[in-house]
């Protein structure tokens, strides 16, 4: 069995060449050959209509040419001449050995023949030197019915097939000769880059994730080429970010419970003999313990979110009562930093289409986000409106802004343009990777416009309920 690619095109190759070589080999030789029998078949005839001519006014007197005005005329038409009556008996000349018995054994061809009907037979031979074609033809007017034969060697149309088939044949081993040439190269240009290709796949599969092809010849190979070192390249990055986001996670749960740990065991061992000292360990334990427990519930969000777990229960939701309930619940914290809520709401606003919880989870990442980066005493804008068949909601804040370097990551995973804000303030680096796909999931979007220095404003839109 043929496993390669390469040998099978090879061989395919080949196989159609030679296929297509002796077939037109075959239909040629035929052709020429039928070709060169008919130019010989009437070349005879127009011959035998002159013998005719030479000898109807001897016959039409009574008198059959003699052996020598026959061998004159023979030699005249380069070929055997012989006369017949009606009965099959040769009456003049020598035959050819053999067509005398095959005409007598053939009563129709004789009756045929003197119907007026002129007759030709080919005779072929094992020998090429012995075939011949003769003709017959009837002697009009003659007193009584008279036939005259002619029959004459085709050895020289038998030498110009064999010389043409030769010819074919030569270009039948030539055709063999080029195939094999051209099916090395043409087998050898498809499967080198397919070898390419493959290589780099297996390379890519035992760990050497910067593998690539180079493969990429602007054909279907190298489209297929330039589709694996994208895909390589996505999987490379994939990996990349699974290996950064285990690296988070270890450490952004090692610090809590290190932190746990740690104070657990000054505890235990005496070290805080002070009830005052005991209660200030004890605080920080459940505060390392609920930011443990934020940061897993967080993963678990967005575990699910990426696996289309979640689940999103959309209804219908009347944004304007349900943003005016959100500010009331979450005046203590707005108390804290004595900042103040300005709201932009129309009148007439479209029902949207959402998760109530789901979206309160996203109003409360981005509001908490607005208030740690608001300067203290300022205000936080909040306003709706239509944009297209979404319902927008804008939250801005007037802090010192994103930097413009940092924009493009906001939204990756345990990412943060001051490495130390948030884990100062309790967060866990996850929430806007989570806001975003929240909104996502709710047939929405979310995009965030910042000038260094004069604020931050997240904008994120759900669908208008039809």
Same mark, same amino acid.
């Given at each position: ?18 296929? =297509?070589? #002796? %077939?037109? @080999? +075959? ?8 070709? /060169? !029998? ?92 012995? =075939?011949? #074609? %003769?003709? @017959? +033809? ?8 008279? /036939? !005259? ?97 285990? @690296? ?219």
């Amino acid at each position: 069995m043929i496993r390669s690619i390469f040998n099978k095109i090879l061989l395919s190759h080949i196989t159609v060449i030679l296929v =297509s070589t #002796i %077939t037109l @080999a +075959l239909l040629m030789s035929y052709f020429i050959r039928a070709q /060169a !029998i008919d130019s010989k078949r009437q070349d005879l005839l127009a011959k035998g209509n002159a013998a005719i001519e030479l000898l109807t006014p001897d016959i039409l007197a009574g008198k059959l040419p003699t052996d020598d005005t026959l061998d004159n005329i023979s030699d005249l038409v380069g070929g055997t001449i012989w006369l017949i009556n009606e009965n099959g008996t040769v009456i003049a000349g020598q035959p050819s050995q053999g067509w005398l018995r095959r005409f007598k054994e053939n009563q129709q061809e004789i009756s045929d023949l003197f119907t007026g009907n002129p007759q030709t037979w080919t005779r072929a031979a094992r020998k090429r030197n012995i =075939s011949s #074609i %003769t003709v @017959a +033809l009837p002697i009009p007017d003659a007193p009584n019915p008279t /036939a !005259i034969f002619l029959d004459a060697s085709i050895t020289g149309v038998n030498n110009t097939v064999f010389a043409a088939e030769r010819i074919l044949f030569y270009s039948l081993i030539a055709g063999i000769f080029t195939a094999v040439i051209l099916g090395l190269l043409i087998s050898r240009s498809l499967t080198k880059p397919i070898a390419n290709i493959s290589q780099a796949a297996r390379n890519f599969a035992k760990g050497d994730y910067d593998s690539r092809t180079t493969a990429t010849t602007n054909d279907e190979i190298g489209s297929l080429g330039r589709t694996f070192n994208s895909m390589a390249e996505s999987l490379n990055q994939i990996e990349q970010n699974r290996r950064n986001f285990l @690296a988070n996670v270890s450490h952004e749960l090692r610090t809590p419970v290190t932190s746990i740990q740690a104070l657990s065991e000054t505890i235990l061992d005496g070290m805080a003999p002070k009830p005052e000292q005991q209660q200030r360990y004890l605080t920080t334990i459940v505060q390392e313990s609920k930011r443990l427990s934020r940061l897993i519930n967080d993963l678990l969000d967005l575990s699910q979110l990426e696996a289309d777990e979640l689940s999103i229960v959309c209804q219908q939701i009347n944004l304007k009562a349900w943003l005016l309930a959100e500010i009331d619940k979450i005046q203590p914290l707005l108390a804290k930093k004595k900042l103040t809520i300005h709201t932009d709401i129309p009148k007439h606003l479209p029902t949207v289409w959402g998760d109530i919880d789901r979206t309160a989870q996203v109003f409360t990442n981005l509001i908490t986000n607005a208030i740690r980066h608001a300067p203290e005493g300022s205000a936080i804008d909040i306003s709706l409106y239509t944009a297209q068949q979404h319902i927008a909601m804008a939250i801005a804040d007037h802090g010192t802004g994103i930097p413009l370097a940092d924009l493009p990551h906001i939204w990756d995973r345990f990412y943060r343009g001051d490495k130390s804000r948030a884990r100062n303030h309790g967060g866990t680096g996850l929430g806007l990777a989570i806001t975003k796909k929240l909104v996502q999931a709710m047939d929405g979007d979310i995009i965030v416009y910042s000038i260094p220095g004069q604020g931050a404003t997240f904008t994120f839109t759900l669908p208008i309920a039809k």
